[in-house]
Nanobody, 115 residues
């Protein structure tokens, strides 16, 4: 399974970005999907997750600003990020939520929010 996160970039505080995560076939449709981020000098953290049937969960730091979604027909997940803050600056990754389903992390996509 290859996971490809894309859509990052440089944005001013208050701006928006939409990240995409493409994954191969059955792995995607059978697993809860998570978006993670890792800022310099910090541990990777789970910021949003979505189950196979669409139930979502968010870290407090992004609640009401980020929206996770998925299109099982396209094997693609999304993270809509609004009202971005400088502290959202990080490399963002997608992967499974369950430890047994985790795959190689890939490069992720850089999100940089300027103040």
């Amino acid at each position: 399974v290859q996971l490809q996160a894309s859509g990052g970039g440089l944005v001013q505080a208050g701006g928006s970005l939409r990240l995409s995560c493409a994954a191969s076939g059955t792995w995607f449709s059978t697993n809860a999907l998570g978006w993670y981020r890792q800022a310099p000098g910090k541990q990777r953290e789970l910021v949003a997750s979505i189950t196979r049937d669409g139930s979502t969960s968010y870290a407090d730091s992004v609640k009401d600003r980020f929206t996770i979604s998925r299109d099982n027909a396209k094997n693609t997940g999304y993270l809509q990020m609004n009202s971005l803050k400088p502290e959202d600056t990080a490399v963002y990754y997608c992967n499974a939520v369950a430890a047994y389903a985790l795959r190689a992390w890939g490069r992720g996509t850089q999100v940089t929010v300027s103040s």
